[in-house]
């Protein structure tokens, strides 16, 4: 296994030469000679470098006719170099992801951006998604970004042309992301359209709580976001959704409909808060909640099922919309970033 020291080693070096404005095949050449490896692969074929790592070797990933509307100049989109390979089991892959984001911290500070890739890839994967979440974090350094992000195997470093990711997530980028504080970098976040109807809303809803807790233990960023249900003319705040190494839903009756209080809340699946071990949620992000449910830790998020709980509830407590279903602005901090929750179809106030 690659140890912390050696991580962070290597997140130095990535970051501390100038790689070339046109990421060509010379510039990848130097970068590579420079680290100490081993250049792989023939003209017009694939390439990459013999690294020496648990991970295994480096992957040079190169730009086609579709990336180029992102990356103009470059001849290269991205170099991936695996750095581990834990367990498959979803907390042992986020646990060690995590043990990797602690590494790089340690010698480059709190990443400009934290979040999630969500139900897309991101640009430049090479397979298919993890399915136990799409973690990343990344630090920029003017022209060139070092994200580290879940592989299918284990947590890779991947160094990049900053403006070209950022240009690509401007068009589409899914999941979350939050952005470091007066970093002084701008992000525009991609532009999606409300959810029209309940269902559209409840697959929307499910697919961000279904990777929730695997991806906040990877991180290190906890959530707590407050959803408000417009009922007639009040918008009362209705559910809550809590996730440090554990994610929680909540439901508070006020102000809604009698198909939703009391006993009604217990058919429509609630469960009260006090048949909870006390202290389940940190005493900063508990709201108190009348009604909550433990919906699991990594892996084991019932995610259709726990959409489907919040939807059935809102419709039942009186909201008669989908669009009527908001996320508090409170939500989008969580010190030290501004978050956006692109993968959630729904309007913010």
Same mark, same amino acid.
């Given at each position: 296994?690659i140890? *912390?020291?050696?991580?962070?080693i290597l997140?130095q070096?990535? !970051?501390? /030469? +100038?790689?070339?404005?046109?990421?060509?095949?010379t510039?990848?050449?130097?970068?590579i000679?420079?680290?100490?490896?081993e250049?792989t692969?023939?003209?017009?074929?694939?390439a990459?470098a013999v690294?020496?790592?648990?991970?295994?070797?480096?992957?040079?990933? =190169?730009?086609?006719?579709?990336? &180029?509307?992102?990356?103009t100049l470059?001849?290269?989109?991205?170099?991936?170099?695996?750095l *581990?390979?834990?367990a498959p089991?979803?907390?042992? #892959?986020?646990q060690?992801?995590r &043990?990797?984001?602690?590494a790089?911290? #340690?010698?480059?500070?709190?990443a !400009?951006?934290?979040?999630s890739?969500?139900s897309?890839g991101?640009y430049?994967?090479?397979?298919?998604?993890?399915?136990?979440g799409?973690? +990343?974090?990344? @630090?920029?350094?003017d022209?060139?970004?070092l994200?580290?992000?879940?592989?299918?195997?284990?947590?890779?470093?991947?160094?990049? =042309?900053s403006?070209? @990711?950022?240009?690509w997530?401007?068009?589409a980028? /899914?999941?979350f992301?939050?952005v470091?504080?007066?970093?002084?970098?701008q992000?525009?976040?991609?532009?999606?359209?409300?959810?029209?109807?309940?269902? !559209?809303?409840?697959?929307?809803?499910?697919a +961000?709580?279904?990777?929730?807790?695997?991806?906040t233990v990877? !991180?290190?960023m $906890?959530?707590?976001?407050?959803?408000?249900?417009r009922?007639?003319?009040?918008?009362?705040?209705?559910?809550d959704i809590?996730?440090?190494d554990?994610?929680?839903?909540?439901y508070?009756e006020?102000?809604?409909e009698?198909?939703a &209080?009391?006993?009604?809340?217990v058919?429509?699946?609630?469960t009260?808060r006090?048949l909870?071990?006390?202290?389940h949620?940190?005493?900063g992000?508990d709201?108190?909640?009348?009604?909550?449910?433990?919906?699991?830790?990594?892996?084991?998020?019932?995610? $259709?099922e726990? $959409?489907?709980?919040?939807?059935?509830t809102? #419709?039942?407590?009186g909201?008669?919309?989908?669009t009527?279903?908001?996320?508090?602005?409170?939500s989008?901090y969580? #010190?030290?970033?501004?978050?956006? +929750?692109?993968?959630l179809?729904?309007?913010?106030?």
């Amino acid at each position: 296994m690659i140890s *912390s020291d050696d991580i962070g080693i290597l997140a130095q070096q990535l !970051t501390s /030469r +100038f790689v070339g404005l046109l990421w060509s095949e010379t510039d990848m050449r130097k970068l590579i000679g420079w680290l100490g490896w081993e250049w792989t692969g023939e003209p017009g074929g694939p390439a990459g470098a013999v690294t020496g790592l648990p991970g295994g070797d480096a992957v040079l990933v =190169p730009v086609k006719a579709t990336e &180029r509307e992102w990356a103009t100049l470059e001849e290269y989109l991205e170099l991936v170099v695996p750095l *581990s390979r834990p367990a498959p089991e979803p907390r042992a #892959q986020a646990q060690e992801f995590r &043990r990797a984001a602690d590494a790089v911290r #340690q010698v480059l500070g709190d990443a !400009t951006y934290v979040g999630s890739h969500g139900s897309t890839g991101p640009y430049g994967r090479r397979e298919a998604r993890p399915l136990w979440g799409c973690p +990343f974090l990344r @630090w920029r350094k003017d022209r060139v970004t070092l994200e580290l992000r879940a592989g299918t195997d284990g947590p890779e470093l991947v160094l990049q =042309p900053s403006e070209a @990711w950022e240009t690509w997530y401007s068009l589409a980028g /899914r999941g979350f992301i939050g952005v470091l504080e007066d970093c002084g970098q701008q992000l525009q976040h991609p532009r999606w359209e409300l959810a029209g109807d309940w269902n !559209t809303l409840q697959v929307s809803i499910g697919a +961000f709580l279904r990777t929730l807790p695997a991806v906040t233990v990877a !991180t290190g960023m $906890s959530q707590n976001l407050s959803l408000y249900g417009r009922v007639g003319d009040a918008s009362p705040i209705m559910f809550d959704i809590v996730c440090d190494d554990r994610l929680y839903l909540g439901y508070c009756e006020y102000m809604v409909e009698e198909a939703a &209080r009391g006993d009604n809340a217990v058919k429509l699946g609630w469960t009260r808060r006090e048949l909870l071990p006390p202290g389940h949620i940190h005493p900063g992000d508990d709201g108190d909640m009348p009604w909550r449910i433990d919906a699991g830790g990594p892996g084991e998020v019932r995610a $259709s099922e726990m $959409s489907a709980l919040i939807v059935r509830t809102a #419709q039942a407590a009186g909201v008669t919309k989908a669009t009527d279903l908001i996320i508090g602005r409170e939500s989008e901090y969580r #010190q030290p970033y501004w978050i956006h +929750f692109a993968e959630l179809a729904m309007a913010t106030g």
